[in-house]
């Protein structure tokens, strides 16, 4: 889906990462956190699954999209 990366689609499509969204059976005491979510646009429909990380997790944003 086009605009997949936009942080504030990610955001409306989980209703602001509400903890109802939360799928991942560790809930929010994880260093990740997975989320449904429901995109819509004019092509496409369908929920989407969002991985969140923690700080923690991640520290270095460089580190992380190297090993994306």
């Given at each position: 889906m086009e605009g997949i990366s936009d942080f504030?689609?990610?955001k409306a499509a989980t209703n602001?990462?509400?903890t109802?969204?939360?799928v991942s059976k560790s809930g929010?005491?994880?260093s990740n956190v997975v989320?449904?979510?429901w995109l819509q646009n004019s092509n496409n429909r369908g929920w989407i699954a969002i991985?969140?990380?923690s700080k923690?997790?991640?520290p270095d944003p460089k580190q992380f999209v190297?090993?994306?």
């Amino acid at each position: 889906m086009e605009g997949i990366s936009d942080f504030m689609k990610l955001k409306a499509a989980t209703n602001n990462f509400n903890t109802d969204f939360i799928v991942s059976k560790s809930g929010k005491k994880a260093s990740n956190v997975v989320y449904k979510g429901w995109l819509q646009n004019s092509n496409n429909r369908g929920w989407i699954a969002i991985n969140k990380f923690s700080k923690l997790a991640w520290p270095d944003p460089k580190q992380f999209v190297d090993e994306a």
